[in-house]
């Protein structure tokens, strides 16, 4: 399922990324990598806000869409 239809709060693994090359490498820096452990924290807005490793990051809703858990 996409990330923001994921549930809130809840530990999520991330299954597939559907981006071009250059997001691919932009979202690795951010931690966000096939298999990673994330956590849906908000998905309200325009913004999705997601906790990955020790860190809070927002990302645009558009992209989170093509981020299968």
Do not use: N
Not at 32 to 60: H, M, N, P
């Amino acid at each position: 399922m996409p990330l923001p239809m994921a549930p809130v709060g809840e530990a999520l693994t991330v299954k597939k990324i559907l981006v071009d090359e250059r997001d691919r490498r932009h979202l690795a820096d951010l931690g966000i990598v096939t298999g990673a452990q994330v956590e849906l924290i908000s998905a309200a807005g325009g913004s999705v806000i997601l906790r990955v490793k020790d860190g809070r990051l927002a990302i645009d809703r558009a992209l989170a869409l093509k981020i299968l858990v």
